[in-house]
């Protein structure tokens, strides 16, 4: 899986991280799947709370991590799954619960510690890993793996420019 556009960008605070995810959501459609990757505390919850936000998700619905659930699957203008795989041991395990079924093709797939399943990510998805700067400070690294619609693909890399030198 080749990237087909690889990014930088840095927030330097918690609703700078969740304005990027949701800038990132309202670009996202049917079929399209977010792993996320970093440390615990680095943001991939406050990313995919934005994420849901920009997909239409209400804001009466809590968007939590689902480490004890699995999966959470919230209405948005397409459906959306939140997948957290943190408390898996392998990918057998992800694998024996069904996991294609949150590829849905009608949906958006939200991975957190997606690292821990990387072999079963579809071939196009974006790979976004976290990393903890500072207290508040995140730098995200954001690749367009596989083949992505050139309007869809130039949207997402012109979404980051806003974020690019922001302060």
């Given at each position: 899986?080749q990237?087909c556009?690889?990014?930088r960008t840095?927030t330097?605070s ?5 304005a ?6 309202r670009l ?9 990757i970093g440390?615990l ?8 709370q ?5 997909l239409g ?5 809590y968007?939590?991590?689902p ?10 203008r ?21 996991y294609?079924e949150?590829?849905?093709p009608?949906g ?11 072999s079963l990510?579809p071939e196009?998805h974006?790979?976004?890993r ?17 083949s992505w619609?050139?309007?869809q ?13 922001s302060?």
């Open positions: 899986m990237p556009a690889k990014m840095v330097h918690p609703e700078q991280t969740m990027l995810g949701e800038t990132f959501g996202l459609g049917r079929g399209d799947v977010v792993a996320l440390d505390g680095a943001g991939k919850t406050v990313f995919a934005g994420l849901a936000k920009g998700v209400s804001p009466d619905e968007v939590s991590s480490s004890f659930t699995l999966v959470n699957q919230y209405k948005g397409v459906p959306v799954f939140h997948v957290d795989t943190y408390r898996l041991a392998s990918e057998t395990e992800m694998v024996a619960l069904g294609e949150y590829f849905d009608n958006v797939t939200i991975i957190e510690w997606a690292d821990k399943v990387r990510l196009r974006i790979t976004i976290f990393k903890l700067l500072g207290p508040a400070i995140r730098e995200m690294e954001v690749e367009l793996v596989g619609p050139t309007q693909a130039k949207e997402i890399v012109e979404a980051l420019g806003p974020f690019m030198n302060k």
